[in-house]
């Protein structure tokens, strides 16, 4: 009775100091993913999807490392939470008894890992049914012992606060040797605070290139597909646009007080842009479908590029916060989805954004603030 | 020097400043107010960081038509600087100094003045506050500023830094440049000749004499 009332106010806090921040942060993240997963896939081409999956171990080794990626996300959503100086209090978990503390933190990382259980039973029921017993139960296996990384990796850093930064011998030299030039900023920024986020958008919109240019040849489709895919692209580029946006204002506010006329500092968010989509470009270089034009190929980019600038302006122009990112993607997805099927031109597409975003980014730049308190966005480094 | 005319900052509608007309001319200003009264607010403003209603000019450079020149001449150093963590001081003075158009003995200079080269290549994730609070005065200083702004200027720094940053509004001051200090210690500012002192209270600045300082 003593331990039961012991648990209840610890998980209480547990849940609302990360598991419904976590959620609240990536409402965007997962909304995004749950559109494309199941807005462009049905469910039976789930299913039949998953059949492929667990009849062939190297596509389902390919699974567990993009659940392995989204529980990295996890695991540093936690972590960097625990470095918050907000978040001290969490520290105290170190004085309820380990077993206890364990199935505290295995509470969360269940919590946090629910929608890869959810999928992972849905596909499973079905794959059971076809006689995919072994892969099935190997899925599971993976899915129900995973979290245990996670709760030995937190139990880890509440027992080591304060984790020194150590800089390396060879990134002295390179400080001493180089300077960064400003477009390298938020790229470097996203590395060092959230290499999952631009990991997985990464590798999903590269699959989005490498998917929409693989089964081009194979059915009737025209550049549509593209387009589509094009459109995908710039709009789940929208969360780290959000957070280009976020990075400049809390991180970067003295850029406002620098002489730099608007047009350079247009072609250093050019710049950026350019460097932020240059895999899903070089992926399109080298999948280009045979029949389809080089010139086509630069509207396609252009068309991101577009998109990219587009967004950028909405948030110079609103401050926006991911709910409200998240309703207005979703209509300009399905704006810009019929578009393009009713053979709107992909250069006329990329044209109008290009301008549109040009023009919000020229009208707004200075008329834009942060208007949330800083220090309940700081992100703080991951050892 | 500086004219400001029916500025009014809101964050979100709610009304933080209000300044209907004020004339700074040349000389050494200091504003005072308790935490939160909205003087980091009102700098900012000056400083082209923040959007407000109204007008503000610079000698003949208006904030809105002539941006680059009014922010060539406006420096500002942040209360309470902040980072990001994967850069160096050295990163954040090159890439203000060539904006601000400053010379590289300027840069090496105010590195020196100002003790900064023991850390000059470290991440600013590694900085204590006072090494970021001597970043950010360095970079107040680059250019050829007509006013600089220095929010809170000798908190986190030790008295020998508090000497050389006395030392260097001396020596800009003697230049003609303008400052616009801010401080809630009534003490701090008594080795400088202050020409004008503001209170901010209640959204509003107003002049005091310098008896009431």
Redesign the interface.
Known sequence: MIKQQVMIPVLNILRKTLVVEYYRLNTGFLFLVLMFAFGILRPEDHIALSAYVFASPFLLGLVFAFFGLYHLKTIFFVRQRLLWDSHDFLFQLVLIPKWQRWLALLYVQAMLWLPVVLYAAFVGYYGWKIGQQNAVIATYSYILLIPFTAVASYEYRLFRPNPDTKLSAFSGYLNRRFTKPYWSYFILYLFKDNPVLLFLTKGFTCFIVLGVCKIYPTDHYDERLLSLGALTIGMVHSVLLLHLYEFEHLQLPLLRNLPLSLRQRSIQYLQLFALLILPETLFLVRYLPKGVSWVYAIQWWGFILGLLWLIFGRFLQRHYVMDTLLRQGFYAFFVGFFLIMFRVPTALLALTTLLLGIYLFHRFYYQSEYIVHKEGLKIRPES | MLQIKNLQKS??GHLVIQVPDLVLSEGIHWFKGANGSGKTTFF?TL?????FEGEIQLVEWGI?KQ??????H???G?AEP???????A??LI???AT???ASESQVDSLIEMLGIEPFL???T??YSSGMLKKTSLA?AFLGSPKVIILDEPLITIDDATVQRVYELVRDYHAKGVTFLLSSHQDFRFNALPIKQLFEVKDKKITEISPSAG
């Open positions: 964050y979100g900012r400083a082209g960081m923040l959007p809105r941006p680059i020149d009014y922010r060539l406006i420096n500002y942040e902040d980072y990001p963590e994967f850069l160096t050295n990163d090159q890439f203000v904006a601000k158009r290549y470290q991440p994730g590694t970079l």
